[in-house]
């Protein structure tokens, strides 16, 4: 049972997640440091970390292989459904934190995206790398 749970796909979207967690809220922080109002840094911190989420998922987490054309475009369009439907959660869950609840914009940038992190492991595995290898250790 441990096995299906704690594998090297799960090791490596973990490292990877934490990574790209990372450099959203690196990110985040510059640009709020540089004076862009939250909304902005949030978004333009989201479009960059989507990309490179795209890209280590694909070539180093689920080493998903397409094998023509048609099906890279069809994967990618699945990755932009699923991972714009989690930006918007994320979008969105940062601006009720901040403006309606009124927390920090750090510490709720940080919760929402752990959520986020979650939530595409889940949509990534089932829904978008279809043919990914399931290496265990």
């Given at each position: 049972m441990l096995s299906k749970v704690i594998n090297k796909e799960t090791i490596l979207y973990t490292v990877f997640g934490i990574l790209t967690s990372v450099l959203n809220?690196?990110?985040f922080q510059i640009l709020l440091f540089l004076n862009f109002e939250y909304k902005v840094s949030n978004l333009?911190?989201?479009?960059?970390?989507?990309?490179?989420?795209?890209?280590?998922?694909?070539?180093?987490?689920?080493?998903?292989?397409?094998?023509?054309?048609?099906?890279?475009?069809?994967?990618?369009?699945?990755?932009?459904?699923a991972r714009g439907s989690t930006m918007l959660i994320d979008f969105f869950g940062l601006i009720i934190m901040v403006d309606f609840i009124n927390f920090s914009k750090l510490p709720s940038k940080?919760?929402?995206?752990?959520?986020?992190?979650?939530?595409?492991?889940?949509?990534?595995k089932k829904h978008v790398f279809k043919n990914r290898s399931e290496e265990r250790f």
């Open positions: 809220v690196l990110l333009i911190s989201l479009v960059v970390v989507k990309i490179t989420a795209y890209i280590c998922n694909k070539n180093f987490v689920f080493k998903s292989k397409c094998p023509n054309l048609v099906s890279l475009y069809k994967e990618i369009f699945r990755f932009i459904i940080i919760f929402i995206t752990i959520l986020v992190v979650v939530l595409n492991y889940i949509i990534g």
